[in-house]
C-alpha cells in the first residue's frame, strides 16, 4: 500500500472515529447541574384584554434545594433571558432568600410578546393523539394508529371554557392551530377521525393520558373543539393550556419547571453539521481512492455501497420520526463506508495476487475469482452487520438488557429515548446489510458473466487500475 492510500485510509477512519465519538459518547455534556424550582404564580390578564401593569413571574425553590442549587438556578434563568434578547426584563431574589421574580415591563402599546419568555423558561412538551385509550399492564399506550408531536410554536391559542351539567362544572378546551399546527394535526388525524364525524380520542402528553374525550368539530384541521358535555376536569385543561400557551390565555397555574444547562450531542445544530460534513467527506474520499486507484472494482463497490446506502437512507427517512435517532444513523453510515471500503481493498488486493500468480494471456478467470471473493466476503460483512443490528434492536429495546446497562455505567443522565433511538438504529441495520447483501451479489454474479470473455494482452496495465492502451 503506498503512501497516498494509506493517509486516506487513516483519514478516513479518523473522522468516522471522531464523529462516532461525538456521537456516542459526547451525548451528554454538561454545562450546568439540574436544578428544579416551582412556578408559585405568574401573574396576567386574560386574553383579549390590555395590560395594565407590568408582568410579574414568581419563582419559589423547592424546599430540598440547597444553596449551590438556588444559586445555579438563578445563574441559568438569567443566561436565558438574557440569550433571548426580544424582550427586557429584571431579576429581583428575594429577601428570604426563597426565591426570585422576573419582571417585564409593558410596551406603548400595552402589549407584550410572551411567546418569547415561553420559549425561555418553559419546556416544550410531547404532544400524542391516539383512537381509544387503551394501555398495557405497566400503563403504556398501546395501539397508536397515529402521532403528532405540538408545541406551542404550533397553536395560535387555546381558548379554555367552563359548563355546566347537573350542577356540575365541566371544562373544555379548543385548540386553534396555525399553518404548521394544521398539517400536523392532518396528519395526526386522517385515519383517526373522518369528517363530519365524532369518535373518542386521546391525548397524551410525555406518555401520560390527559383526556379521552369526545371530539366534537374539526373544522378544515385549523382548531379542534373537545365537547364540553364530555369535557375536562380543571386538573386536565391546565397543563395542556399552560404547557402549550404560555403567554396566551388568562389562565395562571403552579406547576414545576426544570432548568438545565445541558448541550446534547445530538440535538446540538454544531454536532449535527459536523457529522453532516464528516460523511460528505468520507463520501467523496471513498469515492476517490476506490474509483481512481482501482477503477473497474472500485465503480463496483461504489454502486454497491451507494444501493445499500440508499435503502437505508429511505428506508429511515420514511419510518422512522426520532430526532436522536436520526444522528445515530447518520453517525453509523460513516462506519458502514469503512467496513465496505476494507472489504473491497480486500478483495482488490486478492485479485491482483491471482492475476500475478496466473501469468496468463487472459485476466478474466482472475477478475472472476476476484468477483466471487468478493461475494463471500461481502457476504460475511453484511452478516456481521445484521446481527449487530438484531442484538442492538432487541436489547435496547428492551430496556434492561446488558448493553443498555453498560451504557449507563459510561453515560450521564441515560435515558429512554437514547435506548429507543439505538434500537430503532438497530432495525435500520438489520433492514440495509440485508438489502445490501443482496444487492452485492446480484452485481458481482452480472459482472461474473460479463468479464468472461475479457482478454487482455498486458496484465500489467489491468493491475493497479490503469486504462489500457
Known amino acids: 500500500m503506498n503512501l497516498f492510500k494509506k493517509i486516506s485510509a487513516t483519514f478516513i477512519v479518523l473522522v468516522c472515529v471522531a464523529a462516532l465519538f461525538i456521537s456516542f459518547f459526547g451525548i451528554h455534556t454538561i454545562y450546568g447541574e439540574v436544578t428544579t424550582v416551582v412556578i408559585n404564580s405568574f401573574d396576567r390578564v386574560p386574553r383579549g384584554f390590555g395590560f395594565d401593569k407590568d408582568i410579574k413571574m414568581f419563582f419559589r425553590y423547592n424546599n430540598s434545594a440547597e444553596t449551590t442549587d438556588k444559586e445555579k438556578a438563578l445563574t441559568v434563568i438569567k443566561q436565558r433571558l438574557n440569550l433571548s434578547g426580544a424582550v427586557e426584563h429584571k431579576v429581583y431574589p428575594f429577601n428570604d432568600n426563597t426565591g426570585f421574580m422576573v419582571e417585564f415591563p409593558i410596551n406603548s402599546n400595552n402589549t407584550i410578546d410572551l411567546s418569547v419568555i415561553d420559549k425561555v423558561l ?20 398501546t395501539g397508536i394508529s397515529k402521532e403528532a408531536f405540538l408545541t406551542n410554536e404550533h397553536i395560535s391559542s387555546a381558548i379554555p371554557g367552563a359548563d355546566s351539567y347537573m350542577g356540575t362544572a365541566l371544562y373544555f378546551i379548543t385548540l386553534n392551530f396555525n399553518g404548521k399546527g394544521e398539517e400536523v394535526l392532518k396528519k395526526a388525524c386522517e385515519e383517526l377521525i373522518q369528517s363530519g364525524e365524532s369518535t373518542e380520542f386521546s391525548i397524551w402528553m410525555d406518555d401520560e393520558l390527559l383526556s379521552a374525550r369526545e371530539v366534537s368539530s374539526i373544522n378544515s384541521y385549523s382548531y379542534l373543539s373537545f365537547n364540553s358535555m364530555k369535557g ?65 472494482y472500485g465503480m463496483v463497490s461504489f454502486i454497491s455501497m451507494s444501493g445499500s446506502l440508499g435503502f437505508t437512507m429511505f428506508v429511515h427517512t420514511n419510518f422512522m420520526g426520532n430526532v436522536l435517532a436520526n444522528h445515530i444513523t447518520l453517525a453509523s453510515f460513516m462506519a458502514y463506508f469503512v ?33 466471487s471473493k468478493n461475494i463471500f466476503i461481502s457476504s460475511i460483512i453484511y452478516c456481521f452487520m445484521f446481527l449487530s443490528g438484531l442484538i442492538l434492536s432487541d436489547a435496547f429495546n428492551r430496556n434492561g438488557g446488558v448493553f443498555s446497562s453498560v451504557m449507563k455505567l459510561f453515560i450521564k443522565n441515560y435515558q429512554s429515548e437514547t435506548i429507543t433511538g439505538i434500537g430503532k438504529f438497530g432495525y435500520i441495520l438489520m433492514i440495509g446489510s440485508a438489502f445490501g447483501l443482496i444487492f452485492n451479489v446480484l452485481i458481482n454474479r452480472y459482472l461474473i458473466k460479463a468479464v468472461a470473455s475479457l482478454t487482455y494482452k498486458d496484465n500489467s496495465k489491468f493491475i493497479g487500475g490503469k486504462a489500457d492502451e
Open 122 to 141: 418553559s419546556k416544550d412538551y410531547k404532544i400524542e393523539f391516539r383512537k381509544g385509550r387503551e394501555v398495557d399492564e405497566e400503563g403504556k399506550p
Open 232 to 296: 375536562f376536569t380543571v386538573e386536565e385543561i391546565r397543563p395542556i393550556v399552560i404547557g402549550l400557551t404560555t403567554g396566551r390565555t388568562g389562565i395562571s397555574s403552579t406547576r414545576e419547571v426544570v432548568f438545565s444547562e445541558i448541550n446534547s450531542g445530538f440535538a446540538g445544530d454544531n454536532n449535527f453539521k459536523l457529522i453532516q460534513y464528516t460523511y460528505a467527506a468520507g463520501l467523496v474520499l471513498a469515492f476517490v481512492f476506490l474509483c481512481i486507484k482501482r477503477r473497474i
Open 339 to 371: 467496513l465496505i471500503i476494507v472489504s473491497f481493498e480486500l478483495i482488490m488486493r486478492e485479485s491482483a495476487l491471482i492475476a500475478e500468480e496466473m501469468k496468463s494471456s487472459t485476466i478474466s478467470k482472475a477478475v472472476s475469482l476476484g468477483f
